[in-house]
């Protein structure tokens, strides 16, 4: 009697094992792939831009042959090193842009109604709500009917048919709000333009595999490997590049000045030096077409931007009709210049001066091109590991991982003899697939992601423990050692399926639980717990049936 | 005979009720104690509960954690607590402290001004210091993962549960439960009570002891299961003492096997996961003994409908799902 498995049962589970295997191989030579990689990024990237590849880079090429592939598992922050950061997006700054910018309209559409309304004033009010009364009371309806006029329907799917703005009536004040189903909509745009943002930042500042993400409503995740700390990361994108031209009103002695209803106070270059500006911008950094560094006159660092139409065309209006009067050039709430308008400047075109250095002005130049972050956004967690401590982390849990596979290969043919040298080589296969499978996912390893790898070593050998254990008392109830085999592997099937299932259930709620390094670690024990009954299973039964049949033996011990 | 390992004998006759009220009594005794100590002591939360800042430095000279003290006390800082960390991986000339800096404002973060001034402040006292990493949490978000570690936790125990009674009769979803839970509150008892740091990747240790743990006890209800319909008359006792000692062997076999790898974790693989690596280590000795001590001993409690007659739901005599092969 012998086992019998057929044979394209055999070449499916041999060709898994053998894909499975050449996917990880790249993982034994990671520098040398990964120098490699890097280099065909970069040659593309340099093509792309109608450069041409470096000698260096067509030579990093050659590091690892073309054929092979070279999906690398991704290290995560705390094996790498790099910089974490959770960041909150303040959703209610846009609300707020939005009905500022809502108010004038809002006072030209009820000019035309003057003689019913009387005269219009804003009312001072919560940010994200607009409140406007008029001098008479009469016409308060009339008001309210215009200014509902306004209302467009929002741009979305799940808001379609709905207005965009809620204008209701408290008293005798009209009250305009953004409707629940347009600030759904804006939040998601806030947190689109954002995310884009950022990550244009991140790029250009060429760090490799950054991760940026967006986590529930207001949140972002962003992670850069290989940057030296949080606080340089959150320099990068935090600086908000804000830029608006406002009219200058006045000049205040210090920051506490009470500056008036619509009216804010901000400082300027110098110390000591305050603005009273209009709240309302004149044009803002959202209608630059382009930004460059450049110089000015005298020869220091500036910045020069070009306006879009509809900025251009306000710039000039506005600057011919305020000639002698000083503006102020607001970059993230502080005037970098007040210069004194000379003439209309129709050509949309201007030049930012400050006591900037070439760096600085370079910077902004990029910021603005790039873009203001629509909201502010404070940091909720930051992390920062150094390269050094994830090489130490790296180290140790290779040593770890090795050691543990070691003894407990030892102690596997200790117990089953040579059925247990079957389970060693099922364990082998076991961690190339998992390695093969996080490279060809595009999986991150952290270091929890090590000591999963390292509990699924030990787990792994279980089903064939359940397995071994099974075929030993099936031999004691005197079946055949064939019969033993096939019954052993039958019968312990079920217990096998259970206790992995809810293993898997685990790694499964670990997954949508953690962030980071948990997350990387439910990853590595649910890859683990697949691979690990695949070979336990199908692997050891073939290497196990093709020894069988080879040596047919009368009697079996395990 | 070829020679083999044997952790157990080949056919085992123990009877694991005999001293019932010592090991499953002394259980649940143990468990209310690992409460108790809870209570009383409290965790000591990492900084992914509690807010605020830890650093981990690394300096070729020794470590003198007054003078770190020193240096850091004008700053105007909250809680500043500093340890050196000890680990036989380290070279003999890397000495590493651990600084963990509760913000004064229960409130607000510790600023990335302060963290740069302690910083600056401790390469003043130590210029060969070097901070490897720094991590910050807001109030806000340690708020949050508090829930969402309990959630997550009771998640897990439920879905496991569901699972169990799909497979199983819901005398056995419960007993696996009662193990879980004895697994994990002792598990927390113990870092209670040496106030050992509990942070989010202890959660996610326990979250493993949860699947790890049921895992033995599916085993010998698998085996139990198999048994109640091979001896139909013998006592559910006996039925459990026999499907026990059956499995016995392959339950010590997993148990060690794990725990020689986990062991090689714990030992080998560096501080930064030490707590992890104890957690699942403590977590499957005590997922061993209660699934052998505990699970099984709740089921008998509750008794098992073993007649054959059809139940009035309808169903057939065994578990609607009990023949699946999955």
Same mark, same amino acid.
């Given at each position: 009697?012998?086992?019998?498995?057929?044979?394209?049962?055999?070449?499916?589970?041999?060709?898994?094992?053998?894909?499975?295997?050449?996917?990880?191989?790249?993982?034994?030579?990671?520098?040398?792939?990964?120098?490699?990689?890097?280099?065909?990024?970069?040659?593309?990237?340099?093509?792309?831009?109608?450069?041409?590849?470096?000698?260096?880079?067509?030579?990093?090429?050659?590091?690892?042959?073309?054929?092979?592939?070279?999906?690398?598992?991704?290290?995560?922050?705390?094996?790498?090193?790099?910089?974490?950061?959770?960041?909150?997006?303040?959703?209610?700054?846009?609300?707020?842009?939005?009905?500022?910018?809502?108010?004038?309209?809002?006072?030209?559409?009820?000019?035309?109604?003057?003689?019913?309304?009387?005269?219009?004033?804003?009312?001072?009010?919560?940010?994200?709500?607009?409140?406007?009364?008029?001098?008479?009371?009469?016409?308060?309806?009339?008001?309210?009917?215009?200014?509902?006029?306004?209302?467009?329907?929002?741009?979305?799917?799940?808001?379609?048919?709905?207005?965009?703005?809620?204008?209701?009536?408290?008293?005798?004040?009209?009250? $305009?709000?953004?409707?629940?189903?347009?600030?759904?909509?804006?939040?998601?745009?806030?947190?689109?333009?954002?995310?884009?943002?950022?990550?244009?930042?991140?790029?250009?500042?060429?760090?490799?595999?950054?991760?940026?993400?967006?986590?529930?409503?207001?949140?972002?995740?962003?992670?850069?490997?290989?940057?030296?700390?949080?606080?340089?990361?959150?320099?990068?994108?935090?600086?908000?590049?804000?830029?608006?031209?406002?009219?200058?009103?006045?000049?205040?002695?210090?920051? %506490?000045?009470?500056?008036?209803?619509?009216?804010?106070?901000?400082?300027?270059?110098?110390?000591?030096?305050?603005?009273?500006?209009?709240?309302?911008?004149?044009?803002?950094?959202?209608?630059?077409?382009?930004?460059?560094?450049?110089?000015?006159?005298? %020869?220091?660092?500036?910045?020069?931007?070009?306006?879009?139409?509809?900025?251009?065309?306000?710039?000039? #209006?506005?600057?011919?009709?305020?000639?002698?009067?000083?503006?102020?050039?607001?970059?993230?709430?502080?005037?970098?210049?007040?210069?004194?308008?000379?003439?209309?400047?129709?050509?949309?075109?201007?030049?930012?001066?400050?006591?900037?250095?070439?760096?600085?002005?370079?910077?902004?130049?990029?910021?603005?091109?790039?873009?203001?972050?629509?909201?502010?956004?404070?940091?909720?967690?930051?992390?920062?590991?150094?390269?050094?401590?994830?090489?130490?982390?790296?180290?140790?849990?290779?040593?770890?991982?090795?050691?543990?596979?070691?003894?407990?290969?030892?102690?596997?043919?200790?117990?089953?003899?040579?059925?247990?040298?079957?389970?060693?080589?099922?364990?082998?296969?076991?961690?190339?697939? $998992?390695?093969?499978?996080?490279?060809?996912?595009?999986?991150?390893?952290?270091?929890?992601?090590?000591?999963?790898?390292?509990?699924?070593?030990?787990?792994?050998?279980?089903?064939?423990?359940?397995?071994?254990?099974?075929?030993?008392?099936?031999?004691?109830?005197?079946?055949?050692?064939?019969?033993?085999?096939?019954?052993?592997?039958?019968?312990?099937?079920?217990?096998?399926?259970?206790?992995?299932?809810? #293993?898997?259930? #685990?790694?499964?709620?670990?997954?949508?639980?953690?962030?980071?390094?948990?997350?990387?670690?439910?990853?590595?024990?649910?890859?683990?717990?697949?691979?690990?009954?695949?070979?336990?299973?199908?692997?050891?039964?073939?290497?196990?049936?093709?020894?069988?049949?080879?040596?047919?033996?009368?009697?079996?011990?395990? | 005979?070829?020679?083999?390992?044997?952790?157990?004998?080949?056919?085992?006759?123990?009877?694991?009720?005999?001293?019932?009220?010592?090991?499953?009594?002394?259980?649940?005794?143990?468990?209310?104690?690992?409460?108790?100590?809870?209570?009383?002591?409290?965790?000591?939360?990492?900084?992914?509960?509690?807010?605020?800042?830890?650093?981990?430095?690394?300096?070729?000279?020794?470590?003198?954690?007054?003078?770190?003290?020193?240096? /850091?006390?004008?700053?105007?800082?909250?809680?500043?607590?500093?340890?050196?960390?000890?680990?036989?991986?380290?070279?003999?000339?890397?000495?590493?402290?651990?600084?963990?800096?509760?913000?004064?404002?229960?409130? /607000?973060?510790?600023?990335?001004?302060?963290?740069?001034?302690?910083?600056?402040?401790?390469?003043?006292?130590?210029?060969?210091?070097?901070? @490897?990493?720094?991590?910050?949490?807001?109030?806000?978000?340690?708020?949050?993962?508090?829930?969402?570690?309990?959630?997550?936790?009771?998640?897990?125990?439920?879905?496991?549960?569901?699972?169990?009674?799909?497979?199983?009769?819901?005398?056995?979803?419960?007993?696996?439960?009662?193990?879980?839970?004895?697994?994990?509150?002792?598990?927390?008892?113990?870092?209670?009570?040496?106030?050992?740091?509990?942070?989010?990747?202890?959660?996610?240790?326990?979250?493993?002891?949860?699947?790890?743990?049921?895992?033995?006890?599916?085993?010998?209800?698998?085996?139990?299961?198999?048994?109640?319909?091979?001896?139909?008359?013998?006592?559910?006792?006996?039925?459990?003492?026999?499907?026990?000692?059956?499995?016995?062997?392959?339950?010590?076999?997993?148990?060690?096997?794990?725990?020689?790898?986990?062991?090689?974790?714990?030992?080998?693989?560096?501080?930064?996961?030490?707590?992890?690596?104890?957690?699942?280590?403590?977590?499957?000795?005590?997922?061993?003994?209660?699934?052998?001590? @505990?699970?099984?001993?709740?089921?008998?409690?509750?008794?098992?409908?073993?007649?054959?007659?059809?139940?009035?739901?309808?169903?057939?005599?065994?578990?609607?799902?009990?023949?699946?092969?999955?």
């Amino acid at each position: 009697m012998s086992l019998y498995t057929p044979l394209w049962k055999r070449l499916v589970i041999w060709g898994l094992v053998a894909i499975g295997v050449i996917m990880a191989v790249p993982n034994l030579f990671y520098t040398r792939v990964e120098t490699r990689n890097d280099a065909a990024v970069a040659i593309e990237k340099s093509l792309k831009a109608g450069g041409a590849a470096t000698p260096e880079q067509t030579s990093a090429l050659d590091l690892w042959p073309s054929v092979m592939p070279s999906a690398l598992v991704n290290l995560g922050l705390d094996l790498r090193g790099g910089a974490h950061l959770l960041a909150e997006v303040k959703l209610a700054d846009v609300y707020k842009q939005r009905m500022n910018a809502l108010w004038p309209e809002a006072r030209d559409a009820l000019k035309e109604l003057r003689d019913t309304v009387g005269s219009v004033r804003r009312e001072p009010s919560a940010p994200e709500e607009l409140r406007i009364s008029v001098s008479k009371p009469e016409g308060v309806q009339a008001a309210l009917v215009k200014l509902q006029g306004l209302a467009n329907n929002v741009v979305s799917l799940t808001g379609a048919g709905q207005k965009d703005i809620d204008v209701t009536l408290d008293g005798q004040v009209i009250v $305009i709000a953004l409707s629940p189903a347009e600030k759904l909509a804006t939040d998601n745009r806030t947190m689109q333009q954002s995310l884009e943002i950022i990550r244009r930042r991140v790029d250009a500042a060429g760090t490799r595999e950054p991760s940026i993400q967006r986590q529930g409503s207001d949140r972002i995740v962003i992670e850069v490997p290989g940057i030296g700390s949080a606080a340089e990361l959150k320099a990068m994108i935090g600086t908000t590049a804000k830029l608006t031209f406002n009219q200058v009103l006045g000049r205040a002695a210090d920051a %506490n000045t009470a500056p008036g209803a619509q009216k804010l106070v901000l400082p300027g270059n110098e110390p000591g030096e305050f603005y009273i500006v209009d709240e309302n911008p004149v044009v803002t950094g959202e209608e630059l077409t382009d930004a460059q560094p450049s110089f000015d006159q005298n %020869n220091r660092p500036a910045v020069n931007f070009k306006f879009n139409v509809a900025g251009a065309r306000k710039f000039g #209006t506005y600057t011919g009709a305020h000639i002698g009067e000083p503006f102020a050039i607001v970059l993230d709430n502080k005037v970098i210049s007040a210069p004194t308008i000379q003439s209309a400047i129709t050509g949309g075109s201007g030049i930012i001066t400050g006591n900037f250095s070439l760096e600085e002005s370079t910077n902004l130049a990029v910021l603005l091109r790039a873009g203001a972050l629509p909201a502010e956004m404070t940091f909720l967690e930051e992390r920062t590991v150094g390269p050094e401590l994830g090489q130490d982390s790296i180290d140790a849990g290779k040593i770890a991982a090795l050691v543990g596979m070691g003894l407990v290969s030892l102690f596997m043919i200790a117990s089953y003899g040579l059925f247990g040298s079957f389970a060693v080589v099922a364990l082998v296969i076991n961690m190339a697939l $998992i390695f093969g499978i996080l490279s060809m996912i595009g999986g991150t390893l952290t270091l929890p992601g090590i000591a999963g790898i390292v509990l699924t070593i030990g787990m792994a050998v279980d089903a064939n423990v359940l397995v071994y254990e099974r075929i030993r008392e099936e031999l004691r109830t005197a079946h055949t050692p064939a019969r033993a085999i096939e019954v052993g592997y039958e019968r312990a099937l079920s217990a096998i399926i259970d206790a992995n299932f809810t #293993t898997l259930i #685990t790694a499964v709620v670990l997954y949508f639980f953690g962030a980071g390094p948990v997350r990387g670690f439910a990853v590595a024990l649910g890859i683990g717990i697949v691979t690990s009954v695949f070979t336990a299973i199908f692997v050891t039964r073939l290497l196990i049936s093709a020894w069988f049949n080879w040596r047919k033996p009368k009697t079996l011990i395990v | 005979m070829a020679w083999r390992l044997r952790l157990a004998p080949e056919k085992t006759n123990i009877n694991f009720f005999a001293y019932q009220w010592a090991t499953f009594g002394g259980s649940m005794a143990l468990m209310l104690l690992a409460f108790v100590i809870w209570g009383v002591m409290g965790l000591n939360f990492g900084i992914d509960f509690k807010g605020g800042t830890t650093m981990r430095t690394e300096s070729t000279t020794v470590i003198d954690t007054g003078a770190y003290r020193q240096a /850091l006390s004008t700053l105007g800082l909250g809680d500043v607590a500093i340890n050196e960390v000890f680990d036989p991986s380290f070279r003999s000339d890397q000495h590493v402290a651990s600084i963990r800096i509760s913000s004064a404002d229960k409130t /607000l973060a510790v600023t990335p001004e302060q963290l740069a001034a302690v910083e600056a402040a401790l390469v003043k006292m130590d210029p060969a210091l070097k901070v @490897v990493s720094s991590e910050t949490v807001g109030p806000k978000v340690s708020g949050e993962l508090v829930s969402s570690s309990i959630i997550a936790l009771t998640v897990t125990s439920l879905a496991i549960m569901a699972y169990l009674w799909l497979r199983f009769e819901w005398q056995f979803a419960l007993g696996g439960v009662l193990a879980l839970l004895h697994d994990v509150f002792i598990t927390i008892g113990i870092f209670a009570l040496f106030q050992l740091k509990f942070d989010l990747t202890i959660v996610a240790a326990l979250l493993t002891i949860l699947g790890y743990s049921i895992n033995d006890t599916v085993v010998v209800f698998d085996r139990l299961r198999e048994n109640l319909v091979k001896y139909k008359t013998m006592p559910l006792r006996d039925v459990m003492n026999l499907s026990v000692n059956e499995t016995l062997s392959r339950t010590l076999m997993t148990s060690i096997t794990t725990l020689i790898a986990v062991g090689a974790m714990l030992v080998l693989g560096g501080d930064v996961i030490r707590g992890f690596s104890f957690a699942i280590f403590v977590g499957i000795l005590l997922g061993t003994y209660s699934s052998v001590y @505990v699970a099984k001993n709740l089921v008998l409690f509750l008794g098992l409908d073993r007649s054959d007659k059809p139940r009035k739901t309808g169903k057939g005599a065994d578990h609607e799902f009990a023949n699946i092969d999955a």
